[in-house]
């Protein structure tokens, strides 16, 4: 996907809670599985698509958090390591876009759910990072208040900043954050790579669920600037 296909792609996509009973369609269907398997053989993860399966967000928790209808989900897992929850958030955040490409709608939910219920569905040394509810919603969603480039990134003093990195920040700014706190501070180096690319950093600033969030800020910053353009640090 080009870098000018993602941006109205990114603007589109909003938190939707609420869903139609509209299926998922086949073909639909093949795509997210496609590149789940892609995403599971890059990340050595155990992402799944649950379909029409309502029991997972069936309960006083899942109504409390204004979810409704819920029969369709992504299952985030993998093998329990210290970097789980961020490549959970960079490669559940890939399957959002596509999903929004195709015309589903998403939320990303780490409690209003039943995880017991879920946790079935792994393997043995699997470990439940969160879910993805996706389906046909019942509206689009509406945008949030966010910050603006200069609280989330900085450049070296006396350096003009980089157009690609100026996209890069523009979409980090538009990645799903908890609590839409945009928690991260995304820094242009003064060094640079060894073959000769501009070194990126990306930090958190703390606050729940804070892994996740940086692998969905990396995803974004990604496909805004290109790969192309610089290296992480």
């Known amino acids: 996907m080009s870098t000018s296909d993602i941006f109205p792609i990114m603007q589109k996509r909003h938190s939707v809670r609420s869903f139609t009973d509209e299926p998922i369609s086949s073909a639909d269907e093949q795509a997210l599985r496609q590149e ?12 799944q698509l649950v379909c029409d ?13 204004k979810f409704s209808n819920v029969k369709n989900y992504l299952v985030l897992a993998g093998p329990n390591t210290p970097d789980l929850n961020e490549k959970c ?27 017991r219920y879920v946790r079935k569905m792994l393997k043995p040394g699997e470990k439940l990072s969160l879910v993805i509810a996706i389906g046909h919603g019942t509206t689009q969603g509406s945008p949030r208040k966010s910050k603006g480039a200069e609280e989330v990134s900085r450049v070296p003093q006396g350096v003009p900043r980089p157009e690609w990195f100026a996209r890069g920040v523009e979409a980090a700014l538009l990645a799903p954050t908890a609590m839409n706190q945009q928690s991260f501070m995304i820094t242009l180096e003064s060094d640079s790579a060894p073959d000769g690319k501009a070194l990126v950093s990306l930090a958190s600033k703390g606050g ?8 969905i800020v990396r995803q974004h910053f990604e496909l805004g600037a290109g790969t192309e353009n610089f290296a992480w640090s």
């Open 36 to 47: 789940i398997e892609t995403c599971n053989a890059e990340g050595s993860l155990s992402i």
């Open 208 to 215: 729940a669920y804070s892994d996740v969030d940086l692998g």
């Open 53 to 65: 399966e309502p029991n997972a967000f069936d309960s006083t928790l899942a109504h409390y958090g």
């Open 89 to 115: 958030g960079y490669y559940g955040e890939r399957l959002v876009l596509l999903a929004q490409e195709l015309g589903l709608n998403t939320c990303w939910v780490a409690l209003t759910f039943k995880k």
